[in-house]
C-alpha cells in the first residue's frame, strides 16, 4: 500500500527495469540470470479503447474503507470494510448495510474477505474471515517483556459461515468454522483471502503475522527470548503446526465442521503438523485465485523492504507471483523469489551466519512447535522487485503484487459486456501500487506465453489502489478499489466494473452535492454535470431523489428538499442519444447530521525524525449541536512506504502524542508517516443512523531521496552507484524543476542538497506552489569534479502547507545530479 507521494517514484522505478542484485555467495545466484519460462513480447487480445469503466459505488459512505468482495448471482455485489461494514451494491449502484460485525481493529486486523459458497442460489451461505473483538487492549503490546506482558494479546482471526437473506448477513445464524491464532497489539501481514476451488473445498490464505520493522527489511527471525514474538515468524510461517503464514485448504460441512482433503502437504494425524495447509512459506499472501478449470492457484506474496541485497543479510526487496498446482513450501522466511536465500543472523550479537539452504530448509527456533525438518523451497514462478527485473520486463518495477482470476469464457453466455473469447484462460495479475491490470497466457506447465495489459490504471480506466478483482455472472470484471487515503475510508475509493464495451459505450453519470447529511427538512443541491460520454454527445438527465422509481426532475443541476426523517439512495441516470445510460447513487441522511474533523496540530506535511514526539490535537464537531465523546474519538499512526503501508499504532482521544519511527528504514528509503482520525457520532433521530466523519495528514521525513519527486518537468532519473539508493535526479537543465507535496517548513532553517557536477553547476530555488511561486530559499552548486557534496540553501517559513518546487536554474546544457536533501 501507498499514497500519493510515490505514484511518481513507481513510473521511474518501471522505467529502470534493472536486475536485482542477487546474494554473494547464493547458490541461486546464477540461476537468477534465467527466466524459468518465456516471456514473448506482450500481444493484445482486445483493444483497449473496446473497453469501460463503470462505476458502482463510491466513497467512504459506500465502500468503507474496502477490504473484500464476493460478487452474488444476480450481479450485486458484496463488500466488506475494515471497521466490521458489509455492503451490499446493486447493478443499478444502490449500496446498502448489509451487515455490522464488531471488529478488533487494531493495525491491521478487523473484517477481511468474504467469499461465497458454490451453491448459493440454493442456500444463500457467506463465508466471512475476520477479528473477533474480545477483550484484548487497544494499545501496542510491548516489544520486548515476559510471557505475562504478551499474553493479554493472544488473539485470534474467525472464519465463519453466515445466512445472507433479503439483502442481510443474519449475524444470529453465525457457525464458527476455525479459529487462526494470532499476537496482536503489533503490525502486520494478516492477509486472509478465501476462494473455492472446483471440487469444492475451500481455500484461506493468511499472513505471518510479523513484525518488518526491526529486521531492515530481511528475514524477521529475531529469536531474543525477551522479543515480542511478533519478531520471529519461524514461529508462524515456517512452523508446520501453525496456520499463518499459509494456504489452508478445507472441506466444510453442513454443520460447520470440517474435513480435509487428500493432497495436503500434511497428512491427517502426522505429528507437529497441521492438515489444514496446503501450502506454506508466505509472508503476506494478500490475494489469491483458483482456476476453476484447472485447480491452478495463482497467489501473489507481498515482500520485504531491503534496499539493496547484503551478503552478510540476504537478498533486495523482492515480491512473487506463485502458480500453484500441488502442496509445498514456498520458502518464506529462509528463501524468496528465485530460490534466493536469506543469511542466518543472530540479532543478539549482529553477526551473519551461512545461507539457509532452500533445498533443506530447518526450523531450530526456540518458538517453533512444528518439525525441524522442513519441505525443500518452491521457487516463485514470476517473481519481481521496486526497480523492475528484466526476465518480466513487462510488469516494470512493483511492491504490491496482487492475484486476481483467471478468465473463462463461456460461449453460451448471453451478455453484451463480456470479456473477449481472446482473453479465455489468461491469469488477471494486477498491481495495488502501480494500479495495473495485467493478463497473463501460459501454457499447461507454466511457461509464459504473454504479458498483456488491460489497463494502467490511468489510461481508459482510472483506478488508484486496486484491491479486489472478481468476474461476475455477466463476464465483466469487478474491482474493488482502496483509494488514496489510508485506514479509515477514501473519497476516491470505489466499486467499479470493467465491462467490453466495443462501438458506442455507454456515458458515466456523476454526482456532485453541497451536503449529504443534516437535520430536517434538509435542502440538496444537486450537480450532474460533471457526467460524462466517450463520444461527447448530449446527455439528458433523470434524477430520483427519493429511490420510489419516480423521475423527480430532468435538470442537470436540480435541488430537492427532504422533509421526513431517514436514508435516501438519490439516483442519476443519464441517457446519450442511441439509448445507452449510466447510472450514479448517492446517500443522503436527513435527521442526522456527519461529524467534522480535522487536525489542528500537527500541520499537514509537517518534518520529523526518527525518535520525535509529535503531538497531534484533534478538532472534532457535530453539527447536530451534540458534544463529541473524546474517548470515541480513534486516531491511527502508520507508516507508508513505496507501495504499501502499516499501521504502527493507535490511540483514543482529542489530543496525545505520537513518537515517530522509521522502522528500520533510511533516507535512502521513501517513506513517510500518515496520521488519520475517526469518530462516530450518536444519531440525535430515531431510525435514522450514526455517521463517522474522518479526517487524514501526512508527514514528511527529514530527509528524502531526489528522485522521489511527485511531478517533475524536464528531468530524468538515473542509476548512480554513488548515490544514496542508488539513483539520482538526472539530465538537469536550466528552467527544470521536480516538486513534493505536501510540506509544512515550521521548524526549519535550511535545506541541505547532495549534488554533483562536472561543468559550471547552477542554482537550487526552493519555490512554494507553483515554480514560479514565492521564493524561500536558494543553494548553489558548483563544479565538484563529478563527486557528490552537500550545498545549503538557508530558507524562510512560508508558513503553512504548500507544494514546495526544486526549481534548477544556470547555464546551458547538463547543469548537475541531485541525490537527495535534508531539513534541518
Known amino acids: 500500500m501507498r499514497t500519493p507521494l510515490s505514484r511518481l517514484l513507481i513510473a521511474t522505478l518501471s522505467a529502470a527495469l534493472s536486475v536485482g542484485m542477487a546474494v554473494a555467495g547464493s547458490p541461486s545466484a546464477q540461476a537468477r540470470t534465467e527466466a524459468p519460462q518465456g516471456t514473448a513480447a506482450t500481444a493484445t487480445a482486445a483493444a483497449s479503447s473496446d473497453f ?85 487492549p487497544m494499545t501496542d503490546a510491548p516489544e520486548s517483556g515476559t510471557a505475562a506482558d504478551f499474553a493479554p494479546y493472544k488473539g485470534y482471526n474467525q472464519l465463519s459461515r453466515f445466512t445472507f437473506t433479503d439483502g442481510k448477513l443474519d449475524l444470529s445464524s453465525e457457525q464458527k468454522i476455525m479459529r487462526v491464532d494470532t499476537d496482536r497489539g503489533q503490525c502486520c501481514h494478516v492477509a486472509g483471502d478465501m476462494h473455492f476451488d472446483g471440487d469444492g473445498n475451500l481455500l484461506l490464505s493468511t499472513g505471518d503475522d510479523s513484525n518488518p520493522f526491526e529486521s531492515d527489511g530481511y528475514a524477521p527471525i529475531d529469536r531474543r527470548p525477551e522479543r515480542n514474538p511478533v519478531f520471529d515468524n519461524e514461529r508462524s510461517t515456517a512452523n508446520t503446526n501453525d496456520l499463518r503464514g499459509k494456504l489452508l485448504r478445507i472441506k466444510v460441512h453442513n454443520d ?87 543469511i542466518q543472523y543472530d540479532f543478539a550479537t549482529g553477526t551473519s551466519g551461512k545461507p539457509f539452504d532452500c533445498a533443506h530448509p530447518v526450523n531450530d527456533a526456540p518458538l517453533n512447535t512444528g518439525l525441524k525438518d522442513l519441505p525443500p523451497a518452491q521457487p516463485a514462478w514470476i517473481w519481481n522487485h521496486y526497480a523492475g527485473n528484466s526476465l518480466f520486463p513487462q510488469l516494470g518495477g512493483q511492491g504490491a503484487p496482487m492475484a486476481g482470476p483467471v478468465y473463462n469464457y463461456d460461449s453460451t453466455l448471453n451478455s453484451q459486456v463480456k470479456f473477449p473469447k481472446s482473453y479465455d484462460g489468461k491469469f488477471f495479475a ?28 490511468n489510461d481508459w480506466a482510472h483506478l488508484v489502489e486496486p484491491i479486489d478483482t472478481e468476474f461476475g455472472p455477466d463476464g465483466s470484471l469487478y474491482v474493488l478499489d482502496y483509494g488514496s487515503a489510508w485506514f479509515g ?188 482520525a475517526s469518530y462516530t457520532d450518536s444519531s440525535p433521530s430515531a431510525g435514522v443512523p450514526d455517521l463517522t466523519g474522518t479526517t487524514q495528514i501526512v508527514l514528511q521525513p527529514k530527509g528524502r531521496q531526489a528522485e522521489f519527486y511527485r511531478t517533475q518537468s524536464g528531468v530524468q532519473t538515473a542509476t548512480d552507484a554513488n548515490a544514496q539508493g542508488n539513483e539520482a535526479v538526472t539530465s538537469v537543465n536550466n528552467g527544470d524543476w521536480i516538486e513534493f507535496d505536501p510540506y509544512d517548513l515550521q521548524g526549519v532553517n535550511k535545506i541541505d542538497f547532495r549534488a554533483a557536477s562536472s561543468g559550471t553547476g547552477g542554482t537550487i530555488e526552493v519555490h512554494t506552489d507553483a515554480p514560479d511561486g514565492p521564493l524561500a530559499g536558494t543553494a548553489t552548486v558548483g563544479d565538484t569534479s563529478g563527486a557528490y557534496t552537500t550545498v545549503s540553501a538557508p530558507v524562510t517559513d512560508p508558513d503553512g502547507t504548500h507544494k514546495l518546487y526544486f526549481v534548477f536554474k544556470g547555464g546551458s546544457g547538463d547543469l548537475f545530479s541531485l541525490d537527495s536533501f535534508t531539513m534541518s
Not at 592 to 600: K, R
Not at 616 to 643: E, R
Open 52 to 136: 469501460q469503466q463503470v462505476t458502482l459505488a463510491k466513497g467512504p459512505d459506500q465502500v468503507g474503507e474496502p477490504m473484500g468482495l464476493a460478487v452474488l448471482p444476480d450481479g450485486s455485489a458484496l463488500h466488506s470494510s475494515r471497521d466490521g461494514t458489509l455492503y451490499r451494491t446493486t447493478l443499478d449502484g444502490l449500496t446498502d448495510v448489509a451487515a455490522k460485525l464488531t471488529v478488533y481493529t487494531h493495525d491491521e486486523d478487523g473484517l477481511q474477505t468474504i467469499a461465497i459458497d458454490p451453491h448459493f442460489a440454493k442456500n444463500h451461505q457467506v463465508y466471512v474471515y475476520y477479528a473477533p473483538r474480545l477483550d484484548t
Open 489 to 676: 475510508g477514501s473519497l476516491d475509493a470505489g466499486l467499479y466494473k470493467i465491462e467490453y464495451s466495443p462501438g458506442n459505450k455507454a456515458p458515466t453519470a456523476a454526482i456532485k452535492t453541497d451536503t449529504q447529511s443534516g437535520k430536517n427538512p434538509l435542502t440538496v443541491k444537486f450537480d450532474g454535470t460533471g457526467s460524462t460520454d466517450p463520444e461527447n454527445d448530449k446527455l439528458t438527465y433523470a434524477w430520483d431523489f427519493d429511490n420510489d422509481g419516480k423521475t423527480d426532475s430532468t435538470d442537470a443541476t436540480p435541488s430537492f428538499t427532504y422533509t421526513t426523517n431517514g436514508q435516501y439512495h438519490a439516483k442519476l441516470t443519464v441517457s446519450d442519444p442511441s439509448g445507452r445510460t449510466g447510472v450514479a447513487a448517492t446517500l443522503v441522511t436527513v435527521g442526522n447530521s456527519a461529524p467534522v474533523l480535522s487536525f489542528s496540530q500537527p500541520p499537514n506535511g509537517l518534518t520529523f525524525k526518527d525518535g520525535d514526539n509529535v503531538a497531534w490535537k484533534i478538532d472534532a464537531t457535530d453539527p447536530d449541536g451534540t458534544p463529541v465523546d473524546c474517548s470515541k474519538v480513534q486516531v491511527n499512526y502508520s507508516l507508508g512506504h513505496d507501495m504499501h503501508s502499516h499501521n504502527l499504532s493507535q490511540a483514543t482521544g482529542c489530543s496525545g502524542t505520537f513518537t515517530m519511527t522509521t522502522a528500520g528504514h533510511t533516507d535512502a528509503d521513501n517513506f513517510y508517516a500518515i496520521l488519520s
Open 256 to 342: 460447520g465442521t470440517y474435513t480435509t482433503p487428500n493432497g495436503n502437504l500434511f497428512p491427517k494425524g502426522n505429528p507437529k503438523t497441521r492438515p489444514e495447509v496446503y501450502a506454506m512459506g508466505f509472508r503476506n499472501p494478500f490475494r489469491f485465485h483458483v482456476d476453476q478449470k484447472t485447480g491452478v492457484v495463482y497467489l501473489a506474496d507481498y515482500g520485504p523492504d531491503a534496499g539493496s541485497a547484503d551478503p552478510k543479510r540476504g537478498p533486495e526487496n523482492t515480491i512473487e507471483y506463485n502458480r500453484i498446482t500441488k502442496a509445498g513450501n514456498f520458502g518464506w522466511p529462509y528463501c524468496i523469489g528465485n530460490n534466493t536465500p536469506y
Open 430 to 457: 494486477y498491481e495495488f501500487g502501480a494500479h495495473w491490470i495485467k493478463p497473463i497466457t501460459s501454457d499447461s506447465s507454466g511457461k509464459i506465453q504473454s504479458i498483456d495489459t488491460l489497463t494502467d490504471g
